[in-house]
């Protein structure tokens, strides 16, 4: 007779415990803490870096299944809300539950709208960072700093307050992502528009000049499909490190700041700015084959390639190729995507490649549509930030409102020298 549960003989000790398995197919770790050799042994612990096999949360928010290549926002598949959706309601849905009905939209659209500017002091603050500063390091510090300019965003378990600090930071965010911009260019900073949707204030405030832009509706659009399928992708890097860093009940600009960190770096969000990186270094076509060789001999990675949870393909890559030939037919052929196209080509061919599941992922192509957009190398995962600040901020309200949630606390296996006595400065060697 089957039972949800799992018998574990400790050979050890040749005794068996019985540990329940939950509806979700999981096993508490704390449940394996009796399991001991002797009355004061610690208990058994899992031992599991990169949380490999660890579910850390019960989350209501995204679903992946990543052998079969589904992505789902609250149950709605990525495909259907991509075509359909606008940025706004999905980061409604993500931290609502719900799509928005009209009423509601209008409001979080509002809210959000009234909110766009920035203290003046944001502006003194960026003007501290050299010219060349990478986006992502003043996008991270200055989230940081809004924490000083929102003390009251410390009342983390109030609901009101957790709702106007997301509101905050999602109308905010497209301000201060843009004013990085113009630093960079040495431009004066455009101000927020509130005539102007989510997007389009957003690609105003980055290539206006002179207070004039002419928008380009399909370029907007896709923009705002890329931030759709950006909007959340449950525990990675990022949403752990704001989830872990927003259970010590720090404000949540604090917490962004720690997810935008954690973003930058290349093997998580800063890998749609190393795929271009890699495709200018391999130059032409016929250097693809080296460059192959290369990444077979341990000697670099194709950057875009590989997901820790999709194993068959990403969904999103998928879509994104798609927006990629919208976007070349406004701008003309970027001609990286020549070497993109082959580089794919020979690597889903490869023994190397298909034996280890590695698929292009979301950043494979998006860099190639950021940059036939006119945006710079360095500022693609500025434009990944500002997609995934929805599921951040959902992610971080529904830790928050978790009663099984702690403050976050792995455990170690330690394995330094023994306990020894202190040696003083003359006597080292
Ligand atoms: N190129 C070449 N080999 C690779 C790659 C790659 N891009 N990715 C993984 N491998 C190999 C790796 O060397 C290892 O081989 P072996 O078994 O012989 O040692 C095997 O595949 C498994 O790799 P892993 O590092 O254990 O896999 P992981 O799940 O820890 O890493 C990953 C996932 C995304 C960090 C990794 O695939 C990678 O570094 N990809 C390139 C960077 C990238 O495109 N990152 C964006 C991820 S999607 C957007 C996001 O979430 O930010």
Known sequence: MPTNSLTVTDNRTGKSYEIPVDECGTIKAMDLRQIKTAPDDFGLMTYDPAFMNTAACRSAI???DGDRGILEYRGYPIEEIAEHGTFLEVAYLLNEGELPNAAQLHKWTDDIRYHTYVHTNIIKFLEGFRYDAHPMGMLLSTVGALSTFYPDARHVH??????????????????????????????PYEFPRNDLEYIGNFVNMTFSIGGKHEPNPVLQ?????????????????????????GSSAVDVFSAVSAGIAALYGPLHGGANEAVLRMLDEIGSRDRIPGFIEKVKKGEGRLMGFGHRVYKSYDPRAKLIKKVAYDVFAETGMNPKLEIALELERIALQDDYFISRKLYPNVD????????????????FTVLFALGRLPGWLAQWSEMIQDKEQKIARPRQVYVGPERRPYVAIAERP
């Open 221 to 245: 659009r896709a923009l705002e499909i890329l931030l759709i399928l950006h909007a959340d992708h449950e525990q990675n890097c990022s949403t752990s490190a704001v989830r872990a860093v």
């Open 62 to 64: 995204t679903f992946i």
């Open 158 to 187: 109030d609901p009101e307050n957790r709702y106007i600090q997301r509101v905050r930071l999602m109308a905010k965010l497209p301000t201060i992502a843009a004013f990085c911009f113009r630093h960079n260019r040495g431009l």
């Open 364 to 379: 494979f192509y998006s860099g190639l549509i950021y940059q036939a957009m006119g945006y710079p190398t360095d500022y």
